[in-house]
């Protein structure tokens, strides 16, 4: 079966591809423009339709307000604009062309058809690309009933958009999570050839270790559906240029678009305004995502929230944390509400303290992210902690829609206690170079513990000790429930004078390694009668033989799936500034001076002796 591709161009005589788009250029076949196959394909539908339930689709159709059948699904031809736009239609053999009055016999669809079908004058008569554009391989393989989706990648030549949102969306692609008719966009300032662009992605794009399967064809495919927008000096008219370049893709299809924001916060009004005015499809929904750190002070955050919401409907925006993106998250609400076991132990009355700890090794990124203006509060604890802590902390949702799961996050983070400042501790990296004088200018933390109270019925009482770090001796993420110790418990003087010993734990680990863990005590076998505590382990790498994804490829399916609990909305942006806004205020009115510490070493030796405080006993990693 011959294949179908949009290779229609401004002129009867296109000149010859470069040699750098050979890979990429469009095989020779039938040149029907997307826009064409849509409407064919829905007027089709539609007659079939009204053959079948004429009365049933008018009545239909009057209760969604469109009032009656439009005109232009009675007339049955795009003779007259095809015949006017010169699109020709190659036959299977490549030889010759034949023009589209030949296929379709009826009359042209005038202006009130045009209007009918959603579009004015520019968008009937849109130009069309110079290059050809293939969505899909195969005519017979388009969804009728599948909107197109286009994914702009703004900052698209920075280190995020190449070293994780690209090689996700390509993830994504190559594993069957993305429709077939994508276009994926790469918006910045520099000047570069779509051929640039896909270079540029190539260099960082693998397939599946677990999969290798047709790696070089998904490859191939992925990289056709890439395009550059060079957005010039103004993002007024560089948007207008991504709507057109995404408008000529989609044509009147149902279009749906995401875009992923990937620029630093002082440029995202810049980007997100002329965004919403000017770069936004009006035939299916538009969604934006935003990296963190969301904001720097609470004002500011309020501020930049306030002109979002001003442009946008808040189930559009999804401010992303890759931190969330993990299993270990996923696994807080799975392994709590779907095992009877743990869901009844879950409280104050069974619970004794939670410690949520995060701690990377690498200092790479600390020179620009932590010594900077933001530190670790506003980039770690503010977005990734909070949420953890809401997460494990809230009721029971009424479901697991997004917004019944982000209605219970939003009343913990409200119901977090003022957190005195004798109860944080704050840590600076040492610098490498040995330069004191470096100290002196920046009071920025790398590190920060803290000890946090729920006030409400479930965990009054219960501190919430958390712990994260830049430069420490391992990488770790993982949150550790300690219980009670078993009243009366009449084994007690078998432990000897640790009483810790006896105390059951549950952790759920991300870092170093993916495990579940319960510790429990049982009696070490042999003669006499000594006890032990034991973990009973459920390591991932032995259970389940696949590859884990990026946290990136998890989230930016929840967004394509409109699902939005693992995003932060609105109000729980500032129920989290409400909550460090006070301590951030008070670090800088008392000048607070973090202690140092050494690369690879544990931290702060303060942390230990707030642990101790609320009689709390770090474990013995970081």
């Not at 009424?398 to 219970?408: F, H, W």
Request: hydrophobic share 40%.
């Amino acid at each position: 079966m011959a294949t179908t591709v949009l290779a229609v161009t401004a002129s009867a005589a296109p000149a010859p591809p470069s040699l750098g788009a050979a890979r990429f250029s469009p095989v020779a076949g039938p040149a029907v423009t997307l826009r064409t196959q849509c409407w064919i394909a829905a007027k089709m539908k539609l007659h079939k339709a009204l053959r079948r339930h004429g009365s049933q689709v008018q009545r239909k159709l009057e209760i969604q307000g469109v009032g009656k059948i439009p005109d232009c699904f009675k007339v049955a031809s795009l003779t007259g604009r095809i015949t006017r736009r010169n699109v020709q239609l190659a036959d299977e053999t490549g030889g010759e062309t034949a023009n589209t009055s030949s296929v379709m016999s009826d009359n042209s669809i005038d202006d009130k058809s045009s209007m009918h079908l959603g579009l004015n004058h520019s968008e009937a008569d849109r130009p069309v690309l110079e290059e050809g554009v293939v969505l899909f391989d195969n005519f017979d393989d388009q969804p009728e009933s599948i909107p197109s989706l286009c994914i702009a990648v703004i900052g698209a030549t920075g280190e995020l958009a190449r070293s994780k949102v690209f090689p996700a969306l390509f993830a994504l692609y190559y594993s069957g999570f993305l429709p077939q008719n994508v276009a994926i966009f790469g918006y910045s300032r520099k000047t570069l050839a779509d051929e640039d662009l896909r270079s540029m992605i190539e260099a960082n794009l693998t397939c599946r270790v677990d999969h290798h399967e047709n790696c070089e064809e998904k490859l191939n495919e992925f990289l056709k559906r890439t395009y550059y927008v060079d957005a010039g000096h103004d993002n007024k008219d560089g948007m207008a240029k991504l709507n057109s370049k995404m408008a000529q893709i989609e044509g009147i299809c149902a279009a749906n678009r995401i875009f992923y924001l990937a620029v630093p916060q002082e440029a995202l009004l810049d980007v997100a305004l002329p965004l919403s005015d000017s770069a936004q499809t009006k035939h299916g929904w538009n969604r934006i995502i935003i990296e963190k750190p969301f904001g720097f002070t609470s004002l500011s955050s309020q501020r930049v929230t306030q002109s979002l919401l001003s442009r946008f409907e808040e189930k559009q925006i999804y401010r992303i944390d890759h931190l969330l993106g993990k299993d270990l998250i996923e696994n807080l609400t799975v392994l709590r509400f779907s095992n009877l076991v743990f869901e009844p132990l879950w409280s104050r009355k069974y619970i004794r303290n939670v410690q949520v700890v995060f701690s990377e090794e690498t200092s790479a990124e600390t020179q620009g992210r932590y010594f900077g203006n933001y530190g670790i509060i506003r980039d770690i604890v503010h977005s990734h902690i909070l949420q953890t802590i809401a997460l494990f902390a809230m009721e029971p949702p009424v479901s697991l829609d997004g917004e019944d799961i982000r209605d219970e996050k939003v009343k913990v983070l409200r119901s977090i206690r003022k957190v005195d400042i004798e109860d944080v501790v704050l840590g600076q990296l040492k610098d490498a170079s040995g330069d004191v004088d470096r100290y002196t200018k920046s009071m920025t933390p790398t590190y920060f513990a803290a000890a946090m109270y729920i006030d409400n019925a479930r965990w009054d009482g219960v501190p919430f000790l958390i712990k994260t770090g830049m430069g420490l001796m391992e990488n770790r993420a993982e949150i550790r429930i300690q219980f009670h110790h078993v009243p009366g418990n009449i084994y007690r003087e078998r432990f000897g004078h640790d009483i810790d010993l006896d105390t059951n734990e549950l952790v759920l680990r991300d870092l170093p390694e993916e495990a579940i863990l319960l510790k429990v005590n049982n009696k070490v076998p042999g003669l006499g009668l000594q006890l032990d505590a034991s973990e009973l382990n459920l390591l991932y790498r032995d259970r389940y033989d696949v590859e884990v994804p990026d946290s990136y490829e998890h989230l930016l399916l929840d967004v394509l799936d409109g699902d939005s609990h693992l995003f932060m909305r609105s109000d729980e942006l500032a129920a989290a500034w409400s909550v460090l806004a006070p301590i951030l205020h008070e670090i800088d009115q008392k000048s607070v001076a973090p202690e140092l510490y050494d690369a690879g070493d544990k931290g702060p030796i303060n942390a230990y002796y707030l642990a101790a405080k609320h009689g709390v006993r770090w474990d013995d990693g970081c």
